[in-house]
């Protein structure tokens, strides 16, 4: 027969973590937190499993995630099958009225509905929409300027209006809204395509987020890529700023997004590695961070590390 005293020793390391926990939870209980899974993170099945119980996890904790998916891959793979050459231009997604369906096909019929089953898989808990349900995101044509000209990149939307209603209604609800970046345009009956980082740092800001979480396929923001691996893992949003004009495609919507979301109310916004398992518990649980941290300027002399 096995000893009780010495089976309530073994369990001892697992109550110490819950503990050390506390002060963290404490602190963000009750909070939003917006959490941007990319389509480059979303590789392996245990990965997407473990993003699952990280986010579902929170929701127990008393926070509020909300997630906002990409699935840029995943829809590249589809337009390939349907003859479709995918083409980028300043970072977006040449958008054509066909390929337009595919997009919408693949984010809200493909992607969001294995993100929202696999957390459903711990209870009745997530619900899915695109930004065309409720008014939620509401965009206008987006037309960048390469070179000094504006360029047609098709159905691709730039954000004019946020409406929080329907996600603050699920969050009430105590579910976990799993939001596609596609917007309902107010210029036709029809829908724009809009990058998720985009869409999750407008959500982000307009939900009055605390944190806004981005997990991608790099350890975070490298500060002189691709010559180096050296991670930036903290800097304010003057920093960042300064630096936007020489970040590279991939990156520039996530750290855009990131200086949106810091200079219109969300305390911090984080870019972290989701080929990590767990790496949003690692991010909020470890006192330094596993990626970067970008806060506002006034809390730059803030205390290093503080999650
Ligand atoms: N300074 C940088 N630091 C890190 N990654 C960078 C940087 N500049 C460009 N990148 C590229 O950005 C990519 C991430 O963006 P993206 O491919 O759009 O990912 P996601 O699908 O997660 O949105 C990285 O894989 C990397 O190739
Ligand atoms: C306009 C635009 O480029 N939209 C993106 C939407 C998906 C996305 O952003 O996915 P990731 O986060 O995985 O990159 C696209 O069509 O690929």
Known sequence: M???TARKHTA?????????ALPWLTRHRGKTVVIKFGGNAMVDEALKAAFAQDVVFLHHAGLKPVVVHGGGPQISKALDRHGIVSEFKAGLRVTTEDAMDVVRMVLAGQ????LVGLLNQHGPLAVGLTGEDAHTITATKHQPRIEGELVDIGRVGEITEIDTGAIEALLADGRIPVVSSIARSQDDHHVYNVNADTAASALAAALGAETLMVLTDVEGLYEDWPNSDEVISRLTAKELEKLLPELASGMVPKMEGCLHAVRNGVETARVIDGRVQHSILLEIFTDEGIGTMVVPDDESTGTEGES
């Open 2 to 4: 096995s000893n009780p």
């Open 12 to 20: 001892l390391p697992k109550a110490q973590t819950l503990i050390e």
């Open 111 to 114: 992607v969001q509905r294995e």
